[in-house]
């Protein structure tokens, strides 16, 4: 395990030399192939219970013999200066097994930074061997898109009651889910919980399903009681079913990596574009031209665009 962590260590590193040898480390990995793991993905807003499925449901998934590895994204942690996912001390069962690995949200950096070495350090847990590697992330907009991108499965974990009635809840967000959890159905709790999934039954229904073929199922559960925490991982081995039955599995993998391949590839021209001194220079007075009104937005973009063709981009 302190192999692997190193490895992590050193692709989470922004040091030249070590981007170098962490080259190196993926080309290596990229010529030896990997072994496929389940990539599943566990959305939702900050309390809706992720920390608390994950600890409930990665006991039981080792308990049935699997190596779980535990990555999260998490791009707010890098304004606040700290990783709020991941953390060990809120999954402190799971993370004292030795089938399990957790690793927090790498802070520092934009989210195609922190999506870029989460995809790195998915490819190490694949080649370590792990079977099931569950990304953490929160819901809270652009991250839940990246990550979609990384994972084979995508889960979506809501609350009732917390505000987020069906206009609340990002359609995009939604539509992206294989999976849809309504957690908390516990106690008094129950019968809201119920009432929202027969809701979001209906909400999904309606979608186009991100996965041809596959209607993504609402479930009610307690991460708390371990209520349907079973279910949902009966529904996630049925997904993937369906997938390598309709032959989907892999050209979604390879339709991914181009998706993710094209956004890193816009996200890095558009960082160096804007790093160029010409064009660094020049942006603060295009916005503040644009900000009193003196320039019209699309004339601003015209102005920036101009300045595109002597621009080198190799460094
Ligand atoms: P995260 O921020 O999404 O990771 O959420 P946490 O797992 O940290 O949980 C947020 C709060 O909800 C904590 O106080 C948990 O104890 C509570 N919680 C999580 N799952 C359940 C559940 O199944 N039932 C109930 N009643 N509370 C839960």
Known sequence: MSALAQSITLIESTAPSHRLCARKVLEGLAEHGRKRARLVAISGVPGAGKSSLIETLGNQLCDNGLR???????????????????????????????????????????????T?????????????GFDVILIETVGVGQSEIAVRSLVDCFILLLITGAGDDLQGIKKGIVEIADIVLINKADGDNQVAAETTRLEFEGVMHMLSPSTEGWSPPVLAVSAHE????????????????HLEISSQLLSRRRQNNLNWYRSHVA??????????????????????????????????????????????LSN
């Open 68 to 114: 779980v590895a535990v990555l999260a994204v998490d791009p707010s942690s890098s304004r606040s200066g700290g990783s709020i996912l991941g953390d060990k001390t809120r999954m402190e069962t799971l993370s004292i097994r030795p089938e399990c690995f957790i690793r927090p949200s790498p802070t520092g950096g934009a989210l195609g930074g922190v």
């Open 267 to 312: 996200e890095e021209l558009y960082a160096r574009f804007l790093q160029d001194p010409g064009i660094a220079g020049e942006i603060a007075h295009i916005e503040l031209a644009v900000l009193d009104g003196s320039l019209e937005p699309s004339l601003a973009v015209d102005t920036l665009y101009e300045k595109l063709s002597p621009i080198s």
């Open 226 to 241: 371990d209520r349907g925490i079973a279910e949902t991982w009966r529904a996630v081995e049925a997904y993937f079913e």
């Open 116 to 128: 870029r070495r989460a995809r790195e350090t998915v490819m190490i847990c694949e080649a370590a």
